[in-house]
């Protein structure tokens, strides 16, 4: 599902909802301020849009122009807003009146007797006797004292209350009258009479709880109640009421008030409230004074409850316009039942902070594409996802410019804090406490550790400190064991690490196969792991024998999460790139850059005597390694970075992963395996994927073993696509999102 969002993400409204726009699919922001209908039309045609979510869409003059070009063409269109229930919120077909939803036809049929009908009457009766209400409002007081103090201790009460004037349902759902003012002047008239004719009704208005001033009134037979008295006192004293459209009147059915109304109110049917054209209607209105059915009030509360609002808690801030108005901003709901177009959505679920240390967007390694996995997984989930990552590797990005990228590509994340590492600040005095810190991580033997100075900078602990505390997770989920310094010492949730891989067996290997100069002690390298581990009270493994390693470690439950991905769109083709013989997609590691200078001294020689032409096309920073930039290397082609890897994939025979060493998954096997290739890997290279060589791929130890199955499946296109469809098997059934969105799902549960 596709979904265009018309306004900017960072708007109040958009981050109040942000942890539900997952609801949305795949969801793209357009600015309806500079985007016109027709071209909005345009675009939604134009790429498959399914359906568009604006806030109210009489908001601005560019959205309304939108949004009725949107309903003409019949595009389907989600409007969110307020509802007129305390603690109501509608994704709604259209907005108040003009919506669909509340004509009796989909409202009006009787409710069975049992649960459903004895819980809308439930809710009716604790409506009445609330504190509850739409906006702020003084203590309840007593009603006889209150009807004293309105003056009508023997007089029937008409109640009146007013609704801000540049409100849009009532610059454009006013109905019969103009504006507030023509209201109050058809009220005055009809106060008048009815002095003049010695029948004892008292008007009594309440002022709107944001309005500043008190509308004036010409008329000594209309009178204000107490600012702060509460509105149900007053719907509980009067005797009927009448509004323009507010939410009000709904609340006045609720308590089984009569109920006019001079503008076009969603609630105004036969049955509820009354529709008034003009005084003599009013003046029949308070005559016959008609209560509300009964039945009817139930049935469209409880089409309300059930089909149209969502009900949660929400977090308000009161601010001050500029012009001095008063208006209460949502900054965030906490939905406790969500309804989207009447389908019943499950709530969102626990808080999670996730802890990365690398960027999980533009993603040119693997740490970036699991983090990205991870954090898309934990949204479909219905998890509450907030974000801090530490960039440690893009100096010349801001932390504004990467937070935006972050944003646009996990638009529901709620929070999402972006801290640069300390040795990124190119400024005199940012160099000197670098080098200060850097020196206190040699003295407390730092490079032997873990987690250090170095991995994880106390800026970086504060931030996720401080995120924890606005977020208040009921999980800290933490990338890697060298982050484990994050956790606030104070934390009380659940901790969790992904550790990637086993940092040790990394480690040693990156000394024994890579030659790695920099001495590390092992055993303080591997001590410092293990205790790092065991501050946390579920661990994630990668690779099912690494999930064995850490289970003679710790204590805590050892989960097994392999890596997975969102299955990639259809191949594309492209003039830009030629048929390629074989792809090798890495990142600048030992690991990758010993990989393939084993490939091009072992493999290649012994392919290209059979096939002289064969070229190995390599995508990805590894073209940066010095080791590779000092000497030529004949029959292999480096692009560099590709942003778009799925036409390489496409037009490439096969997918080479010779790599020697390293720990946890492959990651770039387990993408190749989602684009369907045709793969040859070595054993390390395969390491915890259950795959069957010559069913999914094809594995091969040696230099020879590795050129045989190359040279196989370029010389036979039916061993190529039994290949590549035992690939697409595989990775659906092991790695695909929804697998890895099962395996997540054990480890967060509670």
Same mark, same amino acid.
């Given at each position: 599902?596709?979904?265009?969002?018309?306004?900017?993400?960072?708007?109040?409204?958009?981050?109040?909802?942000?942890?539900?726009?997952? @609801?949305?699919?795949?969801?793209?922001?357009?600015?309806?301020?500079?985007?016109?209908?027709?071209?909005?039309?345009?675009?939604?045609?134009?790429?498959?849009?399914?359906?568009?979510?604006?806030?109210?869409?009489?908001?601005?003059?560019?959205?309304?122009?939108?949004?009725?070009?949107?309903?003409?063409?019949?595009?389907?269109?989600?409007?969110?807003?307020?509802?007129?229930?305390?603690?109501?919120?509608?994704?709604?077909?259209?907005?108040?009146?003009?919506?669909?939803?509340?004509?009796?036809?989909?409202? +009006?049929?009787?409710?069975?007797?049992?649960?459903?009908?004895?819980?809308? @009457?439930?809710?009716?009766?604790?409506?009445?006797?609330?504190?509850?209400?739409?906006? %702020?409002?003084?203590?309840?007081?007593?009603?006889?004292?209150?009807?004293? @103090?309105?003056?009508? %201790?023997?007089?029937?009460?008409?109640?009146?209350?007013?609704?801000?004037?540049?409100?849009?349902?009532?610059?454009?759902?006013?109905?019969?009258?103009?504006?507030?003012?023509?209201?109050?002047?058809?009220?005055?008239?009809?106060?008048?009479?009815?002095?003049?004719?010695?029948?004892?009704?008292?008007?009594?208005?309440?002022?709107?709880?944001?309005?500043?001033?008190?509308?004036?009134?010409?008329?000594?037979?209309?009178?204000?109640?107490?600012?702060?008295?509460?509105?149900?006192?007053?719907?509980?004293?009067?005797?009927?009421?009448?509004?323009?459209?507010?939410?009000?009147?709904?609340?006045?059915?609720?308590?089984?008030?009569?109920?006019?109304?001079?503008?076009?109110?969603?609630?105004?049917?036969?049955?509820?409230?009354?529709?008034?054209?003009?005084?003599?209607?009013?003046?029949?209105?308070?005559?016959?004074?008609?209560?509300?059915?009964?039945?009817?009030?139930?049935?469209?509360?409880?089409?309300?409850?059930?089909?149209?609002?969502?009900?949660?808690?929400?977090?308000?801030?009161?601010?001050?316009?500029?012009?001095?108005?008063?208006?209460?901003?949502?900054?965030?709901?906490?939905?406790?039942?969500?309804?989207?177009?009447?389908?019943?959505?499950?709530?969102?679920?626990?808080?999670?902070?996730?802890?990365?240390?690398?960027?999980?967007?533009?993603?040119?390694?693997?740490?970036?594409?699991?983090?990205?996995?991870?954090?898309?997984?934990?949204?479909?989930?219905?998890?509450?996802?907030?974000?801090?990552?530490?960039?440690?590797?893009?100096?010349?990005?801001?932390?504004?410019?990467?937070?935006?990228?972050?944003?646009? *590509?996990?638009?529901?994340?709620?929070?999402?804090?972006?801290?640069?590492?300390?040795?990124? +600040?190119?400024?005199?005095?940012?160099?000197?406490?670098?080098?200060?810190?850097?020196?206190?991580?040699?003295?407390?033997?730092?490079p032997h550790r873990v987690a250090s100075l170095n991995t994880c900078p106390p800026v970086f602990r504060r931030r996720v400190a401080e995120l924890c505390e606005r977020a208040k997770p009921?999980?800290?989920?933490?990338?890697?064991?060298?982050?484990?310094?994050?956790?606030?010492?104070?934390?009380?949730?659940?901790?969790?690490?992904?550790?990637?891989?086993?940092?040790?067996?990394?480690?040693?290997?990156?000394? *024994?196969?890579?030659?790695?100069?920099?001495?590390?002690?092992?055993?303080?390298?591997?001590?410092?792991?293990?205790?790092?581990?065991?501050?946390?009270?579920?661990?994630?493994?990668?690779?099912?024998?690494?999930?064995?390693?850490?289970?003679?470690?710790?204590?805590?439950?050892?989960?097994?999460?392999?890596?997975?991905?969102?299955?990639?769109?259809?191949?594309?083709?492209?003039?830009?790139?030629?048929?390629?013989?074989?792809?090798?997609?890495?990142?600048?590691?030992?690991?990758?850059?010993?990989?393939?200078?084993?490939?091009?001294?072992?493999?290649?020689?012994?392919?290209?005597?059979?096939?002289? +032409?064969?070229?190995?096309?390599?995508?990805?920073?590894?073209?940066?390694?010095?080791?590779?930039?000092?000497?030529?290397?004949?029959?292999v082609n480096f692009l560099g970075v590709v942003p778009d890897l799925s036409v390489l994939y496409a037009q490439s025979a096969c997918v080479v992963a010779p790599l020697l060493g390293g720990?946890?998954?492959?990651?770039?096997?387990?993408?190749?395996?989602?684009?369907?290739?045709?793969?040859?890997?070595?054993?390390?290279?395969?390491?915890?994927?259950r795959a069957s060589s010559g069913e999914h791929l094809l594995r091969a130890a040696t230099g020879a073993e590795f050129a045989e199955a190359v040279l196989t499946i370029l010389g036979s296109?039916?061993?190529?696509?039994?290949?590549?469809?035992?690939?697409?098997?595989?990775?659906?059934?092991?790695?695909?999102?929804?697998?890895? @969105?099962?395996?997540?799902? *054990?480890?967060?549960?509670?």
């Amino acid at each position: 599902m596709r979904t265009l969002a018309l306004g900017r993400p960072r708007t109040a409204f958009y981050r109040s909802i942000a942890h539900e726009l997952i @609801r949305f699919g795949d969801l793209v922001f357009v600015d309806e301020r500079s985007t016109p209908p027709a071209a909005l039309l345009r675009k939604i045609s134009d790429e498959g849009f399914d359906r568009v979510l604006m806030p109210n869409p009489y908001g601005n003059e560019a959205r309304l122009a939108c949004y009725r070009a949107l309903r003409r063409a019949g595009v389907t269109v989600v409007v969110s807003d307020r509802g007129a229930l305390p603690d109501s919120w509608f994704f709604d077909q259209g907005f108040n009146a003009d919506s669909p939803s509340y004509a009796p036809a989909a409202w +009006d049929r009787p409710l069975p007797d049992g649960e459903a009908l004895e819980r809308t @009457r439930a809710y009716l009766r604790a409506l009445q006797s609330s504190e509850g209400a739409l906006e %702020a409002q003084g203590p309840r007081r007593d009603l006889a004292e209150l009807r004293a @103090r309105l003056g009508a %201790a023997d007089r029937p009460i008409l109640f009146v209350p007013l609704q801000r004037p540049g409100d849009t349902v009532v610059r454009f759902f006013s109905g019969s009258v103009s504006s507030l003012d023509e209201m109050l002047g058809h009220l005055s008239a009809l106060a008048g009479e009815l002095a003049a004719a010695g029948i004892p009704w008292r008007v009594v208005l309440k002022k709107h709880p944001l309005e500043t001033d008190r509308l004036p009134v010409a008329s000594t037979h209309l009178r204000y109640a107490p600012d702060t008295t509460h509105v149900h006192d007053l719907l509980a004293l009067s005797d009927a009421v009448i509004c323009l459209n507010s939410g009000v009147g709904l609340l006045a059915l609720c308590f089984g008030k009569p109920t006019g109304c001079f503008g076009d109110a969603f609630y105004a049917h036969e049955g509820l409230a009354e529709a008034l054209r003009s005084v003599d209607d009013a003046r029949r209105f308070l005559r016959e004074r008609a209560t509300p059915d009964p039945r009817k009030v139930e049935r469209f509360v409880h089409h309300l409850h059930t089909r149209v609002y969502s009900f949660g808690q929400m977090q308000t801030e009161l601010v001050r316009e500029r012009d001095g108005a008063l208006r209460r901003i949502t900054r965030h709901i906490e939905f406790e039942e969500l309804r989207i177009l009447g389908e019943e959505m499950p709530c969102r679920g626990d808080r999670v902070v996730v802890v990365s240390p690398v960027v999980p967007t533009g993603i040119v390694r693997g740490s970036q594409a699991r983090v990205n996995a991870v954090l898309a997984a934990l949204v479909a989930n219905g998890m509450r996802v907030n974000l801090a990552v530490l960039n440690a590797s893009q100096p010349d990005r801001t932390t504004e410019d990467l937070n935006a990228e972050i944003r646009r *590509e996990f638009p529901s994340l709620e929070h999402i804090v972006v801290c640069n590492h300390p040795r990124l +600040d190119r400024t005199v005095a940012g160099r000197l406490r670098w080098l200060g810190a850097r020196t206190v991580d040699q003295l407390t033997l730092g490079p032997h550790r873990v987690a250090s100075l170095n991995t994880c900078p106390p800026v970086f602990r504060r931030r996720v400190a401080e995120l924890c505390e606005r977020a208040k997770p009921h999980f800290l989920f933490v990338n890697y064991a060298k982050l484990a310094p994050v956790v606030p010492a104070h934390f009380t949730g659940i901790k969790v690490v992904d550790t990637h891989d086993y940092q040790t067996r990394f480690l040693i290997e990156d000394q *024994e196969r890579n030659g790695l100069r920099r001495p590390i002690n092992r055993r303080i390298f591997r001590l410092s792991e293990h205790h790092a581990l065991r501050r946390f009270d579920r661990i994630v493994a990668i690779n099912p024998d690494e999930k064995r390693t850490f289970e003679r470690i710790v204590s805590a439950p050892v989960y097994f999460v392999p890596a997975f991905c969102r299955e990639p769109p259809p191949p594309l083709t492209s003039p830009a790139f030629p048929a390629l013989d074989a792809l090798f997609v890495a990142s600048v590691s030992n690991f990758n850059v010993k990989g393939l200078r084993w490939f091009v001294a072992e493999v290649l020689p012994r392919i290209r005597r059979e096939r002289p +032409d064969f070229v190995l096309t390599v995508a990805g920073n590894i073209a940066r390694a010095r080791e590779l930039r000092r000497r030529g290397l004949p029959g292999v082609n480096f692009l560099g970075v590709v942003p778009d890897l799925s036409v390489l994939y496409a037009q490439s025979a096969c997918v080479v992963a010779p790599l020697l060493g390293g720990a946890g998954m492959k990651i770039k096997v387990v993408e190749a395996l989602s684009y369907g290739k045709a793969i040859v890997a070595t054993p390390k290279a395969l390491e915890g994927i259950r795959a069957s060589s010559g069913e999914h791929l094809l594995r091969a130890a040696t230099g020879a073993e590795f050129a045989e199955a190359v040279l196989t499946i370029l010389g036979s296109d039916s061993t190529r696509r039994r290949l590549e469809a035992g690939a697409r098997g595989l990775y659906r059934r092991d790695h695909g999102f929804e697998a890895g @969105r099962a395996a997540l799902a *054990e480890v967060f549960a509670r």
